[in-house]
């Protein structure tokens, strides 16, 4: 039973480059959140989506940022351009809607030179 | 402006010894309650949850208290082993309110020791 797949794992980019990340969330469920960790900030809730509409990205950090999710099994979050500021593990997680468990997938770990 | 805060950066604790790890909530919206689990280059792991209307939630190990009046809800892990060593996440969630989304304490690193 596949959990929340993401990839890349690792992602080292230079500054100025535009970076995508990519969520698939487990079967079934309609609800998805992207998450960023940092050392300063902790675990932070960027944006989500329930039935593949955004629902709150209040925690995207400026308009270098943006989120899709243009299927139940697909979102992507990009960075254009990116910056230094920027490195740091992001998460994916997915639920069922009208449950509170969140399921996450490995991270993918980004560092921008 | 932190909602939920874990003020115990890390805890060490002797293998079989019981461990507890704690958390303070600032927002009576919380409806529900989860502990995570994370070891290093993974994803956080669910562990166990607990809602409002409850004050204990009990899976095996692992025990979560909740005390609504202070704010404030505990894991208890008994007999603590050395593979629990890993960050400890509590977490909030508003579920009827703001859709299910979680905020995090900062995390508490556990060391259990052999």
């Known amino acids: 039973d596949a959990g929340v797949i993401q990839s890349p794992r690792h992602e080292v980019t230079e500054m100025g480059q535009e970076v995508t990340l990519r969520c698939k969330p487990i079967s079934g469920h309609n609800s998805l959140f992207w998450y960023r960790q940092t050392m300063m900030r902790g675990l932070e809730l960027l944006i989500y989506f329930n039935n593949n509409v955004p629902i709150d990205d209040s925690g995207m950090p400026e308009d270098r940022f943006s989120a899709k999710m243009p299927n139940a099994s697909f979102s992507t979050l990009k960075i254009q351009p990116s910056e230094p500021r920027d490195s740091a593990v992001y998460f994916c997680?997915?639920?069922?809607?009208?449950?509170?468990?969140?399921?996450f997938g490995p991270g993918t770990r980004l560092t921008v030179l | 402006d932190q909602q939920v805060k874990q003020n115990s950066p890390s805890l060490s604790v002797q293998e079989g010894r019981i461990s507890i790890l704690n958390c303070d909530y600032t927002n009576s919206m919380f409806d529900y309650f989860l502990w995570y689990k994370k070891y290093p280059a993974e994803g956080p792991t669910f562990l166990i949850s607990i809602s409002s209307i409850k004050d204990k939630n009990e899976d095996g190990r692992f025990t979560v208290f909740l005390n609504k009046s202070a704010k404030h809800l505990s894991l208890h892990i008994v007999p603590s082993q050395p593979g629990d060593s890993a960050v400890y996440f509590c977490a909030a969630s508003a579920l009827y309110n703001q859709g299910g989304k979680l905020i995090f304490g900062q995390g508490t690193e556990l060391s259990v020791k052999p």
């Open positions: 997680a997915s639920k069922t809607s009208g449950l509170a468990t969140q399921y």
